[in-house]
């Protein structure tokens, strides 16, 4: 489903010309900077994205941290891997021409700094070493490559509906727990691009949260404990399964395996196969094996250093990969099985689909004729107004609270 231009066989070519004489409009596939421009000069969603970034803190409430979002490191990736790192926006309209004249092929976003990171070096120089990340989501990276040892349809970076379930696995698990286990309720999970999913937990409490706090939280997640050459790579202690790990399975875990993984992988296809499994047995007795064993081809393989450090970058939302060409999209955690990563718009389509409206002036509209436009619309009703009422709620009882405060200091 996922391949290089070059690797696309003659039935699609012949499949893309039908598609191109029947409809006028169609925009062969690809990813450079014509496209791109377009993209970002039509359909990228500025507003909602930089909204999402303030937190509450570009309104007109005296509480309002002004300096909060341009304090935000974003980096761009440009055209021959030319790295742009530490740049910082004190507004949208900013940000939009900043990405409207340098046309990254990928935007990272990085951490909120104690200064601008813009300005860093002005600061070092000053002699005090200011220059410290002080808040950032948490953030969990998923791929499927990670999974090579227990997926037989694809390896590396391809993925098929076959496989793609394990990232749906992921997402279920890594979500209840998030919501039911820490307490977190704005969550954000998008597609990666290619081959895996992104999760961006929003809550204040999550982004205050430190480097040792981040690691006991991914931590909590860790069950697989992956490298070459460790034979068994699920090890689960105790007498009694922690209710996480016992509730993860019971819902989610056990079924996807017996009714899904187990045919789609075909498991028991090959004797080798089936040597795999029986490994995991010998080496613990029956015990706990058949958790273990679904455990360990289902459970999610979370990349650690990620989540762990605040000043980590992840790809931003609504970027566009550039070996597939698709859109960055929000992925809807309760309706995650009908994800189908193959079915994401892709660069070239959604220029197709602005062709076909005839590039009307009132741009505005751009993004709502497209098939993007109901991803973006996911974005703002299911996650930022959501958030942004919590946001302003925080700050005015913040704020009420240091009002409160300085009276009875007065008081005294
Ligand atoms: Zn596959």
């Known amino acids: 489903m996922v391949r290089d231009d070059e690797q696309v066989d003659s039935m699609e070519i012949d499949e893309k010309k039908q598609q191109q004489l029947e409809a006028p409009t169609a925009v062969p ?13 039509k359909l990228f ?28 490191e974003f980096s761009f990736t440009l055209e021959n891997d030319i790295y742009l790192r530490f740049q910082s ?6 940000l939009e021409s900043s990405i409207k004249e340098k046309c990254p092929f990928k935007i990272d976003i990085g951490p909120v700094y104690s200064v601008d990171p813009s300005k860093r070096h002005a600061y ?11 808040e950032r989501e948490l953030i969990f990276d998923i791929d499927i490559s990670d999974y090579d040892d227990v997926r037989y349809c694809c390896s590396g970076a391809d993925v098929c509906l076959d496989c793609w379930p394990l990232m749906t696995i992921a997402i ?31 809550d204040s409490r999550a982004r205050k ?80 094996c058949v958790e273990e064993i679904v455990f360990s081809y289902t459970y999610p393989r979370l ?22 060409g698709r859109v960055c999209v929000p992925i809807d955690p309760s309706n995650c099985d009908d994800f189908d990563p193959a079915a994401v718009p892709t660069l070239s389509q959604l220029l197709g689909e602005l062709n076909a409206t005839g590039f009307q002036s009132d741009s505005d509209n751009s ?34 609270a240091k009002l409160q405060q300085s009276k009875n200091s007065l008081n005294w």
Request: glycine share 8%; with cysteine.
């Open 29 to 41: 596939e690809g990813f450079n900077t014509d496209y791109l421009r377009v993209y970002y000069g």
């Open 45 to 72: 969603p500025y507003g909602d994205f930089f909204k999402w970034l303030c937190y509450g803190n570009d309104g007109k409430h005296p509480g309002c941290d002004q300096s909060y979002v341009g304090r935000r």
């Open 89 to 94: 926006f004190d507004s949208a309209t900013e």
């Open 124 to 134: 070092a120089q000053s002699g005090n070493n200011v220059f410290v990340p002080v």
């Open 172 to 202: 279920k698990i890594l979500n209840t727990s998030l919501r039911d286990d820490f307490g977190f309720s704005h969550i954000l999970w998008v597609y990666s691009g290619r081959r895996g999913v992104h999760c961006w937990v929003c």
């Open 209 to 288: 949260l430190s480097n040792e706090q981040r690691a006991a939280i991914a931590d909590y997640f860790r069950v697989y404990k992956g490298g070459e050459n460790a034979l068994k790579k699920v090890s689960l202690a105790g007498p009694v399964l922690h209710p996480f790990l016992a509730q993860s399975y019971m819902d989610v875990l056990k079924t996807f395996f017996e009714d899904r993984l187990l045919l789609s992988q075909q498991l028991f296809s090959s004797e080798e196969r089936c040597q795999k499994i029986l490994d995991l047995i010998l080496m613990k007795g029956l015990r706990r």
């Open 303 to 324: 990349d650690m250093e990620v989540s762990k450090h605040m000043n980590h970058l992840l790809k931003a939302p609504f970027c566009i990969h550039p070996k597939t």
């Open 367 to 400: 993004l709502e004729r497209t098939s993007l436009g109901k991803s973006i619309s996911f974005f703002r009703t299911s996650f930022l107004h959501p958030l942004l009422k919590a946001c302003k709620e925080e700050l005015e009882s913040a704020y009420n």
